[in-house]
């Protein structure tokens, strides 16, 4: 599953893609995102305006997964929208916009060693921006590590489907759900969760393009 990602554009190209209103996320810089790390997203506040913001990678588990366990590190791939643990969080206000401009999947080199898998949208911009289909929820408090105790933090995290042809041949179980097209964006964000599950599935074969890193 991706836990590695990667946004190479600024705040403005988020802004304007999205549409979003106003940005609350400052003048951050592009790189690497790690899972329980911040990153941007794009969500609608109190009064339903598109902002540019940042969450930390990795929504709440289920109650089965922290049995027996002092942490909650967080989910950062949801694939099973039918769970009553992520329906609560599948209407237009807790979906959100990850910004990437590459992703990663597990591999391994020619000696067997792990390696990353970098893939992204095909085209001539080397570093093209889409988004990942997102959910997040606001101030949650959990002991995320140990050494920091209790916190509280608005967390994130993105769906996954059935891979294209290009992320099968390296990951064949999942891939994160990609946004390309300004009606997909509207339609995540504002449709009932009836129309917008129709968003869970995979890129078409060759929209994407296996990179040699993620710049």
């Known amino acids: ?3 590695l990602y990667s946004i190479r554009k600024g705040p403005a190209a988020i802004l304007d893609l ?3 209103m106003q940005n609350e996320a400052g003048n951050m810089e592009g790189g690497d995102v790690y899972p ?6 794009v969500r609608t506040n109190e009064n339903g305006d598109r902002i540019l913001a940042t ?3 990795g929504m709440p588990s289920p109650a089965f997964a922290l049995e027996g ?3 909650d590190r967080g989910v950062t791939n949801i694939r099973n929208t039918r769970s009553p643990h992520w329906r609560r969080w599948l209407g237009p206000e807790n979906r959100c916009l990850v910004p990437l401009t590459a992703f990663s999947e597990p591999g391994r080199d020619a000696r067997g060693r792990h390696e990353p898998v970098w893939f992204r949208l095909t085209g001539e911009d080397p570093a093209p921006l889409a988004f990942f289909a997102g959910i997040w929820t606001p101030k949650w408090t959990s002991v995320r590590k140990v050494k920091e105790g ?6 994130f995290a993105f769906l996954t489907c059935e891979p294209s042809a290009e992320v099968a041949a390296v990951h064949p179980k999942a891939m994160p759900v990609i946004l390309t097209e300004p009606g997909e964006y509207e339609l ?4 009932p969760w009836e129309r ?5 599935r995979p890129l078409a074969d060759g929209a994407l393009t296996v990179a040699g890193s993620a710049d």
């Open 150 to 155: 209790p916190v509280t933090a608005d967390l």
């Open 69 to 71: 366990r002092k942490t």
């Open 196 to 200: 917008a599950a129709a968003l869970q």
């Open 18 to 20: 999205a549409r979003a």
């Open 55 to 57: 969450a930390r990678w």
């Open 188 to 191: 995540w964000m504002s449709a």
């Open 36 to 41: 329980d790390y911040a990153a941007p997203i």
């Open 1 to 3: 599953m991706c836990n």
